[in-house]
């Protein structure tokens, strides 16, 4: 079993950047595929982005791409979400997912372990 633990959120203005970290626990960690989805407010959670247990496979939803960056460091269990260019619409509870996927997937119920969530804020 893998827990994950989310971090990095927080308030910026449009066009600033933040980091997301994704703390992971569980010896089987580098076994898991990794994804960002977000929940904005009174909206469905969407899939953000998500990446390989290699890291050799990202995807990135199309309203991020050339913005966000998601990598992966083994070594240290975590997860990383580079977000550039933010925008308001960028404005949500972000969270990180796993699974044991030989592929990686775009849907929310392709993933068994949640955190708890980061609040992202972009002012205008």
């Known amino acids: 079993q893998v827990q994950l633990v989310e971090s990095g959120g927080g308030l910026v203005q449009t066009g600033g950047s933040l980091r997301l970290s994704c703390v992971a626990s569980?010896?089987?960690?580098?076994?898991?595929?990794i994804a960002w989805f977000r929940q904005a407010a009174g909206k469905e959670r969407e899939f953000v982005s998500a990446?390989?247990?290699?890291?050799?496979?990202?995807q990135y939803a199309d309203f991020v791409k050339g913005r966000f960056t998601i990598s992966r460091d083994n070594a240290k269990n975590t997860v990383y979400l580079q977000m550039n260019q933010l925008k308001p619409e960028d404005t949500a509870v972000y969270y990180c997912?796993?699974?044991?996927?030989?592929?990686?997937?775009?849907?929310?119920?392709?993933?068994?372990?949640w955190g708890q969530g980061t609040q992202v804020a972009v002012s205008s």
């Open positions: 997912a796993g699974n044991a996927l030989r592929i990686v997937q775009t849907f929310s119920t392709a993933y068994d372990y």
């Open positions: 569980g010896r089987t960690w580098v076994s898991y595929t």
């Open positions: 990446i390989s247990r290699n890291g050799s496979t990202r």
